[in-house]
């Protein structure tokens, strides 16, 4: 039998809930990285972004013309995507730092987000 859409999903995003923590997040800056994004069960797509980190806990992952604003707070990260200047969706979500990998979910669109940081820019 099959699990119900959305449940392993919710069971990823509740092994996240207690395990967000800023302690482990890499240094504030400008980083060259990738944005995964899984939906429901089919593989990740994954393209290249532009990461800022800044001391204020706000985290700005810019693919193209949508950027993901992401404020990080000690048990979850609150999402808005906005496109230019118009907001075009918005969630919280429990999340963790694996590495230089931050990993969250949208629970209500069964969709799972991996933003993985390159290098440092100077």
């Not at 996240?16 to 593989?43: E, F, K």
């Not at 969250?104 to 440092?120: H, I, M, P, S, W």
């Amino acid at each position: 039998m099959r699990a119900p859409r959305g449940a392993l999903l919710g069971a990823a995003a509740l092994a996240l809930a207690g395990t967000g923590a800023l302690a482990t997040a890499p240094a504030d800056g400008h980083y060259d990285g990738t944005l995964c994004v899984t939906v429901a069960a089919a593989p990740a797509s994954c393209g290249a972004a532009e990461v800022g980190l800044s001391a204020d806990s706000l985290a700005r992952v810019r693919v193209s013309d949508i950027t993901f604003q992401l404020w990080l707070y000690p048990s979850r990260v609150s999402v808005v995507v906005m496109h230019g200047n118009m907001q075009i969706h918005e969630f919280e979500s429990a999340y963790a730092w694996q590495g230089p990998s931050l990993q969250f979910a949208d629970v209500a669109k069964n969709t799972r987000y991996e933003v993985r940081l390159g290098e440092r820019k100077p």
